[in-house]
């Protein structure tokens, strides 16, 4: 009997890293499920893209819980693996950094709910799916969740670290159920969401360069595959040294 294909579901696909996420898992043969915001770009280079594609706003709780009934759908009782990687970092008028002082109420509750609360609510909602896989859960943080950083706000920052301290709580919960749990944190990588003034960072960085969006999709693909089987309720840090 043929091996069973694989089933991936990814938030924030669009671009970046989440982009190179996607094409990494295709390129190993797995069914790759995306969400976004935006509705399927038949530019992304992927098989099934469009029908592996799931639109949501995961800002409104209600959006997300929704879209864990069509994921169930389309996944046929196994998942191998989720990647909470969706992510937003709002920003001034003039592209500034918003710090405690300046953001207001409701950014933070969308901020929270995008990096933060979509990850739990995804996860809960297809337990079941993956712990008939025996799947893997793989969340991702932020250089940001450990300092303050220059260009992330305080909501994305703060959001990030929380994430970091939800990985160790789904970790310990999934676990038993055979199920691992672990997170990454990128550092500055090349994706056209950098802020001008990067450069002076990576000039400080142990490796002198930016991160490359498929460098941080290897890091995922070893945690949702057996190379880290016995890997579970880490955060892998990705960034060059940033952290040192």
């Keep these: 009997m043929a091996d069973r294909q694989k089933t991936l579901l990814l938030t924030g696909a669009s671009r970046g890293i989440g982009h190179a996420t996607v094409k990494r898992f295709s390129a190993e043969g797995w069914r790759v499920l995306t969400c976004s915001r935006m509705a399927f770009d038949p530019r992304c280079p992927w098989p099934g893209g469009e029908d ?45 950094r918003l710090n405690t002082l300046n953001t207001n109420l409701r950014t933070w509750g969308q901020v929270f709910h995008v990096n933060f609360f979509a990850s739990v609510i995804l996860a809960r909602g297809l337990q079941a799916e993956l712990t008939a896989a025996e799947g893997s859960i793989v969340n991702v943080t932020s250089i940001a969740g450990a300092r303050v950083h220059p260009f992330a706000g305080a909501a994305y920052a703060t959001s990030k670290a929380a994430l970091a301290a939800l990985t160790r709580e789904m970790a310990h919960d999934f676990g038993p159920l055979g199920v691992r749990v672990n997170a990454i944190a990128p550092g500055e990588v090349e994706t056209s969401i950098l802020s001008p003034g990067t450069d002076k960072i990576v000039e400080k960085l142990p490796l002198r360069r930016l991160g490359q969006p498929a460098e941080v999709a290897d ?22 040294g940033q952290h040192v």
């Design 52 to 96: 592996n594609h799931i639109q949501v706003d995961l800002s409104d709780p209600n959006m997300t819980v929704k879209a864990i009934e069509e994921v169930r759908e389309k996944v046929n009782g196994k998942l191998d693996a989720l990647v909470n990687n969706a992510g937003i970092s709002p920003k001034g008028e003039e592209g500034e």
């Design 219 to 240: 890091v995922i693909w070893f945690l949702c595959t057996q190379q880290s089987s016995y890997v579970t309720g880490t955060e892998i840090e990705v960034n060059a």
